[in-house]
Structure formats: structure tokens, C-alpha cells
């Protein structure tokens, strides 16, 4: 894997380079190239609004981020995002990192879906959450220019991922569609799992148990 993409060095510390083969050990090709998609277009918000960020700590919340959606990290009861950021947690105090920094990149995966909330967390939280709205939605598309979007892409293919994505996404929770609830990846679940019902969340007041 090229060191340099784009302008944007990809970490290449003791820890980076375990935290991108464990990743890649239990992902498949469209995930290891969305989350290192990620992290590209990230780091190309946080340079281009001169902000001071953790490139090491970005580098690993992005490669964390979907692995909660994989059967190695899967749980039977957490959201994926819970589950991601799990796993990222122990694999860094499994190697000694501070508190503060397993609790940032937790807080970055496990709240990358959290749309009106994540962005105003720590910078490298709200720029995984730039990186993540980029690729998977293309929020603020022309934010980075055709030319630096094709270098990322030759680096880390799309290999129809607009096509793809939903059904990885669907495949990591649809034994447990009720961890959706009240999330973005509820709509995944009304759009292609059968015989699924959207809980709603004014029913769940006007028919709880108090007696009025």
C-alpha cells in the first residue's frame, strides 16, 4: 500500500500498521477501501480548514469504524457502531494507549452515524464524520476537487459501492434489527429486509403503560 495518496500520508506507526492488518484480516475489499476512503477525505478536510488533528488516531477510527458489521466483531444485542468501537477500545489498551485516546476513538466510531451530534465533538470524531458523509453519501462533494477524488479512488477502488454498501450494511444487522431503531440503518432495514416494520416512536408514547 502506497505511504503517500493524494498528499495525505497514511500512518505507518507500530500501531497504524497492526491496526490495518487486523482490519484487513477481517474485512472484506469494499469495507478496507471505504474506511481507508475515509480516512483520506478526513484528513483532506481537516488540512484544508488548517485544523490541528491526531493523523494516528484518525487513521484507526477509520479503520474501525465498520468493523462492527463483520462476523469477528459482531455482537448479538449492540449496534455496529457499538460493537466497531468495542473492538477498537480493546485492541488500543491491549497496547498500552492512554485513556484519553481509546476514549476519543471510541467516541468517534461509535458515534459516526450520529448525525447532528458527532460533528461537534473532538476534531478527529467530527472528521471521520466528514470522511464517512464524503464517500458513503457524497455530502460537500465539491468540497475536494475530480482530480484528488480520482487519486483516492485508484488507490482504493469503489468497485460499485453505491450498489454494494447497503447489503454490507444490512448483512451486519439484520439478525438484530431492533439495535436500528431510532438510527439512519433503520432505513436500510425498511428497504430490504422483509416483513420489517419501522418502530415509531410517537406509538411507543401514546401506548406506554401510564394510565392517562
Not at 477498537?88 to 489498551?93: E, G, N, V
Not at 439478525?175 to 440503518?185: A, F, Q, R
Request: hydrophobic residues 40%.
Amino acid at each position: 500500500m502506497k505511504n503517500l495518496i493524494a498528499d495525505i500520508k497514511i500512518p505507518d506507526s507500530k500501531l497504524a500498521v497492526e491496526a490495518a492488518e487486523l482490519i484487513r484480516e477481517h474485512s472484506n475489499d469494499l469495507l478496507w477501501n471505504h474506511s481507508n476512503r475515509v480516512y483520506l477525505f478526513a484528513a483532506m478536510k481537516g488540512n484544508l480548514n488548517q485544523l490541528k488533528y491526531d493523523s494516528e488516531l484518525l487513521y484507526i477510527s477509520s479503520l474501525f469504524h465498520d468493523i462492527g458489521l463483520t462476523s469477528a466483531f459482531r455482537s448479538t444485542d449492540k449496534r455496529f457502531e457499538v460493537d466497531g468501537a468495542n473492538a477498537a477500545r480493546d485492541f488500543l489498551k491491549s497496547r498500552g494507549v492512554p485513556d484519553d485516546a481509546v476514549r476519543l476513538v471510541w467516541d468517534a466510531v461509535a458515534l459516526h452515524t450520529s448525525i447532528g451530534i458527532v460533528e461537534y465533538k473532538e476534531t478527529e470524531a467530527a472528521l471521520m464524520n466528514f470522511g464517512v458523509g464524503y464517500d458513503v453519501v457524497g455530502k460537500n462533494f465539491d468540497l475536494i476537487s475530480a482530480e484528488t477524488r480520482q487519486q483516492v479512488v485508484e488507490a482504493f477502488p469503489r468497485n460499485q459501492f453505491k450498489q454494494n454498501i447497503l447489503h454490507t450494511f444490512l448483512d451486519g444487522f439484520k439478525d438484530k434489527p431492533e439495535t436500528t431503531y431510532g438510527t439512519i440503518n433503520a432505513d436500510i432495514c425498511e428497504m430490504l429486509l422483509p416483513g420489517y416494520k419501522r418502530p415509531n416512536f410517537c406509538h411507543h408514547v401514546l401506548h406506554s403503560k401510564w394510565d392517562e
